[in-house]
């Protein structure tokens, strides 16, 4: 059951229009029919069953959804599935596993940048973007602050997502 | 939070689009989507059709010619802010595109949409007012330019026809000599402003002010010139007192007075912002960096 699309979730009314969307999420491609109002953070949890994307807001303030579009930073919530068609999108789950978590992650681990965890994986999206589209990221305080500025975390207070941002870029560029 | 139902019209010319805007009653232009999305999803916004125009080719260009700055409908926050060739020719973007929320949004949002979208707190609208810029709407009538100062009616309200489409925003070029700044004082950075001043100051051989031009965001029902802060700048010496006491007059245009900020400590929060943001144009006016 859990496996199957919820298609009262993801579809809306039976009589509604369907259009269709290829995507390459993390690599794989897929081929899908969706509501044109399906917001793609929807279409990846919902549709794909991609979960490790949150849901907070729906309205772009806290930035759970974060999701890289062709390699840039995008809230998923807005976002219609309908408009990623032929894109190629990221999410935390292409970050790493379990059994081996990818650099920003292992940081926010040792870091212990997360408690509730469920603004983690937007947080994880953000800071992979800006440690790996940045070649020399500025890793002061503010220049931290201020590339996490768009995700909201109500457990940490920040000291240690800060701490894990430096912590990864020393793993990352480690050897 | 969930959009209600509308058609989607995914447009591949800008025609097509007019077409479509004049075949449904009530349409909305997605571009970036970032302020529309959630207008989307809490149905503030509940339109019969979504008209796509991000597979418009064409629409995704910076020009900058002799200063001045157009940009596309498609053109993102985010691109702007990097574009080396904009900021070279017109450094005074860049420090508004700053405020504009944060990457991920500017990353998708575009300064067009936002004019569009026309909210008084934006700043991209209060630069376009203190730059004396203008948008160029095509619709069912033609092509036609519409200056800023014809452009913004109201919060969220533009003078566009119902079948119109902005396809570009053109950022006149800061006068030769002047200096510029935007200042703005948000709750958190990114956040709507509390309030945000633009400006752009021309001293003249003597030092005196020869021209100014103020804008600001988040204190009216739109974004608003400070006619009357310009008119008692120039011909001063700009010196502190001469600045604070043309700052004053900022007083009587401010009229939003939402919880965020009262109206005392918003005229407060304005007069010290347009105080700042003359005093850093004088300086790169001095320094000759406009």
Redesign the interface.
Known sequence: MLNQPDRTATQGLADEDRIPVSVTVNGEAYERSVSPRLLLSDFLRHELRLTGTHVGCEHGVCGCCTIRLNGETARSCLTLAVQVDGCEIHTVESLGSKSALGPVQQAFKECHGLQCGYCTPGFLMVVTDYLENNADPDLTDAGIRTALSGNLCRCTGYQNIVAAVRRAHKIMHAG | ????????V?AKTVAEAIDARSSFDDTVI?AG??SL??M???RVAQPDA?I?I?RVPGLDTISVDNGAVRVGALVRH?QLELSAEAFAAHPLLREALDNV?????R??GTICGSIAHADAAAEMPAVLVCLDGFVTAQGSGGERNVPASDLFLFHMTTTLDSDEIITSATFPALPKGSGYAFEELTR???DYAVAGICAVITPGPDGNCASASLSACGIAEKPVRLSAVEAALVGTNLSDDAVSAAAALVDDMVTNEDDGAGGRYRRQVARTLITRAVAKACQRAAQGRA
Not at chain 2, 101 to 105: D, F, G, N, S
């Open positions: 939070m969930k959009p209600a139902r509308f058609e989607y995914a997605l989507g970032q999305i959630p989307l999803n809490y979504v796509d991000n985010r929320a944060h990457i991920p949004i990353n998708r958190r950075h990114g």
